[in-house]
């Protein structure tokens, strides 16, 4: 059964650090190119990072310096590593293939919320 599971969220001061986890289960993802997506409160869902198959990696451009992508195919488990986190960082977190869509399966994911 393809399954994401996102953890890794919590509560941090404008500054800090989290590494956020998501376990992939299922053929569906494995080795897959995937991404780290974020949905702040009253807007939508973007794209944060994307990994590729080959663990080439690119990030928007409010993240970049900030946060690092890596994937460990043995576990089928991506992170995100979050430093030197801002206010405007604050969104629920997931994880899914490149190219996802509303019509797609999508976990619970995981919340990430800074305080100034």
């Known amino acids: 059964q393809e399954q994401l599971v996102e953890s890794g969220g919590g509560l941090v001061q404008a500054g800090g650090s989290l590494t956020l986890s998501c376990e992939a289960h299922g053929s569906l993802f494995r080795f897959s190119a995937m991404a780290w997506y974020r949905q702040a409160p009253g807007k939508q869902r973007e794209l944060v990072a994307p990994?590729?198959?080959?663990?080439?990696?690119n990030y928007r451009d409010s993240v970049k310096g900030r946060f690092t992508f890596s994937r460990d195919h043995a576990k089928n488990t991506v992170y995100l590593h979050l430093d030197n986190l801002k206010p405007e960082d604050t969104a629920v977190y997931y994880c899914?293939?490149?190219?996802?869509?509303?019509?797609?399966?999508w976990g619970k994911g995981t919340l990430v919320t800074v305080s100034s």
């Open positions: 899914n293939k490149i190219g996802a869509d509303d019509m797609d399966y």
């Open positions: 990994i590729t198959s080959s663990d080439s990696t």
